[in-house]
């Protein structure tokens, strides 16, 4: 079976140490703690990028891949997996140096047959395709108009470096800590915070930000076409228990092993009668489970730069409904619980579609097909996934 592969691979440098490593060895120590003076290093050994063979970065894209330029320093050492949306016999071009692969609609049908049916077509949730394929334990994942960003001190910001970093520490969903995320260097637990919850749960998923281009709905656009984002706020946070977020599909981390299953974006773009809560609904669908497993959710940090505004009365025509429908897909979201017997992301899934079909179906017929297609995408995953490591329930649910 021929697929839309492309080779070049990178050089593969090497290290003493690297972050995941340290982790290993010393338990106590988070990655804000480890810092480039903790050990000597030789100094003709260059650092190994972090997680460098256990990360695949997805981009989604309809064009040539110039803005991987920009990211060259960050990206470079990592594999790419790039799900083309669009006209299929379109050549998309990728700068040179880049280790990749490339699938688009062809190879999709003829991976999954079928089964094709649930990834979107002409909307940016095709991307869930590449967390299906992928091996790897961590996804990141990028729209093709985001470019790296500075921070206040003028200095490029490596937001796949910071992403790794939440990931690879705790959350506290339990229980908020008022100096945000108490992990990092120059934080701690503030008094009155539990020390029962002190240690924290696996993080499952890294929300980062934007600047420039706000990632706003359609009628704040029309209402505020010039707004820019130019706060850059220097936290992280991890989202409490029991509280949803509007979910961000652009600069996105997670740990596919702990959350994958449930990163399945919906049904949206050609042929469906909504677009652009892909990533939303997504997002409400591994909060109910992360909070049900007991994983946590970050947000904040890192920042990248959103350059381009997407046209707002198009963007109206495909979100109108969805500007409806959120009314009661939000309460139905907060009001979700998924039984004890559910131990595993896929059966936390299943159920949820369940409750989707009886429930969400009765405000219109688009509902029912959503949930038989997340049960679609669960059969694929499991298919092209079938060793997926999957979380046991923590907190003693």
Not at 124 to 129: D, E, G
Not at 234 to 245: E, R, S
Not at 324 to 329: D, F, P, S, T
Not at 376 to 382: G, L, S
């Amino acid at each position: 079976m021929t697929f839309s592969f492309i080779k070049n691979s990178t050089h593969k440098s090497a290290s003493i140490y690297t972050l995941h490593r340290l982790l290993h060895f010393f338990p106590q120590a988070t990655p804000s703690s480890i810092s480039s003076s903790s050990f000597t290093m030789a100094s003709s050994v260059t650092p190994t990028p972090l997680l460098k063979d256990k990360l695949d970065i997805v981009i989604p894209t309809i064009r040539n891949l110039d803005f991987l330029e920009m990211w060259r320093p960050f990206f470079q050492p990592y594999h790419l997996i790039i799900v083309q949306d669009g006209d299929p016999s379109k050549v998309i071009k990728v700068p040179e140096g880049f280790d990749y692969e490339l699938y688009n609609r062809n190879d999709i049908n003829k991976i999954l047959g079928p089964k094709a049916s649930c990834i979107s077509f002409k909307d940016s949730a095709c991307r869930c395709f590449g967390y299906m394929v992928s091996k790897k334990k961590y996804i990141y994942t990028i729209d093709d108009d985001c470019f790296v960003a500075k921070d206040p001190s003028g200095n490029d910001i490596n937001a796949l470096e910071q992403h790794i970093k939440n990931l690879l520490s705790p959350s506290t969903p339990f229980f908020f800590n008022t100096l945000y995320d108490p992990y990092r260097e120059g934080a701690d637990f503030v008094r009155g915070y539990p020390f029962s919850l002190r240690e924290g749960v696996s993080t499952a998923v890294s929300h980062g930000l934007w600047l420039n281009i706000p990632d706003y709905d359609a009628p704040t656009q029309l209402v505020k076409p010039r707004e820019r984002n130019t706060r850059f706020v220097d936290a992280v946070m991890t989202i409490p228990k029991g509280t949803l977020f509007p979910m961000c599909g652009m600069n996105l981390a997670f740990d596919r092993e702990l959350i994958g299953p449930a990163m399945y974006f919906g049904l949206m773009g050609d042929g469906q009668p909504i677009g652009r809560y892909d990533d939303m609904w997504a997002g409400w669908c591994i909060k109910v489970i992360c909070d049900h497993l007991g994983l946590g959710v970050k947000t904040g940090l890192p920042y990248i730069w959103h350059s381009k505004a997407s046209n707002p009365f198009v963007n109206l025509k495909k979100e109108y409904k969805g500007i409806y429908w959120q009314e009661e897909l939000i309460p139905f979201f907060q009001a979700a619980t998924l039984p004890k017997e559910c131990t595993t992301v896929q059966s936390c899934y299943k159920e949820l579609s369940k409750q989707v079909k009886a429930k969400l179906g009765k405000i219109d017929d688009y509902f029912n097909k959503l949930a038989d297609a997340m049960l679609t995408w669960i059969e694929a995953w499991d298919e092209l996934n079938p060793s997926t490591t999957q979380p046991k329930l923590l907190n003693g649910k």
